[in-house]
Nanobody
Framework: QLQLVESGGGLVQPGGSLRLSCAAS????????IGWFRQAPGKEREGVSC????????YYVDSVKGRFTISRDNAKKTIYLQMDNLQVEDTAVYYC????????????????????WGQGTQVTVSS
């Protein structure tokens, strides 16, 4: 059974850091890109980042460039999102998602490119 399980969320002060993890199982992780999305209250789910199957290609939404880093350890079947210098506007539920292909492209924010989603992990940035 294919599963994506996020962890690592929590409450952090502005300027703080968190590292999210996405544990993948039930499919051949090395064959697929993985995306991170987030959904704030009252807003649509938005694409944050994408990493290609071998980790060579990475995309970030402009609002997180220079602050977030996506990575993956295919041997551990885990994808990470390192989030530094967190801001209040980063508050959201964060989801990882399995892409339908191995590649990330500049349309990585299109949810239709993904076919399986995790349950999400809450990130709250507040003083």
């Amino acid at each position: 059974q294919l599963q994506l399980v996020e962890s690592g969320g929590g409450l952090v002060q502005p300027g703080g850091s968190l590292r999210l993890s996405c544990a993948a199982s039930g499919f051949t992780l090395t064959a697929y890109a993985i995306g991170w999305f987030r959904q704030a209250p009252g807003k649509e789910r938005e694409g944050v980042s994408c990493i290609s199957n071998a980790g060579i290609i990475r995309y970030y939404v402009d609002s997180v460039k220079g602050r977030f880093t996506i990575s993956r350890d295919n041997a551990k079947k885990t994808i990470y999102l390192q989030m530094d210098n967190l801001q209040v506007e980063d508050t959201a539920v964060y989801y990882c998602a399995k892409a339908r292909t191995a590649a990330c492209t500049n349309s990585y924010r299109d949810r239709a490119r993904y076919d399986y989603w995790g349950q999400g992990t809450q990130v709250t940035v507040s003083s």
